[in-house]
């Protein structure tokens, strides 16, 4: 007698399931004077339509500050990679709205999307960062990382 597969398992939690999906995603990471960002990239079926050439994703970014001195995020700066190998380039104050200030040892974490015209591409960046105690300005690497979707035919990075 064959055994019938288990049907799928609800997660009672809505938080543990993004938890767990989170966790599962590819993680990216790059450290700059002990600021750490890493990215988690989510390819977004529900919002996608491959026919019409929309494809989109989420990816959620977490910036850990490791140092001694507080400081502040100021703006950003997107290079956007498409599939074919074309590159937006993007510019904004802060991340979704905010310019957070990250005291030592504290966390900031958003999520984002994006939507590209191609099955994949890659991101990367810079945070344009400012110690408040000292007007210090810097720049912190967001580092690259791959948009792929299962509609891919091959990969171009």
Request: some cysteine.
């Amino acid at each position: 007698m064959t055994q019938k597969p288990a049907p799928p398992r609800l997660v009672a939690d809505p938080e543990s399931g993004l938890f767990e999906a989170m966790e599962a995603a590819p993680r990216y990471e790059a450290v700059t004077r002990d600021i750490t960002v890493s990215v988690r990239t989510f390819w977004l079926e529900d919002q996608s339509q491959p026919e019409d050439h929309h494809f989109a994703w989420a990816y959620h970014i977490r910036i850990e500050n490791g140092g001694s001195e507080t400081v502040q995020l100021l703006s950003r700066f997107w290079e956007v990679t498409d599939g074919r190998g074309k590159t937006d380039h993007i510019h904004g104050e802060g991340v979704i709205g905010e310019q957070p200030i990250l005291v030592a040892q504290e966390v900031y974490e958003y999520t984002s999307g994006v939507a590209l015209p191609t099955p994949c591409g890659f991101m990367r960046g810079t945070y344009h960062m400012i110690v408040p105690a000292t007007g210090e300005r810097f720049e912190v690497t967001i580092p690259a990382f791959s948009l792929d979707s299962p509609h891919r035919l091959g990969l171009v990075h």
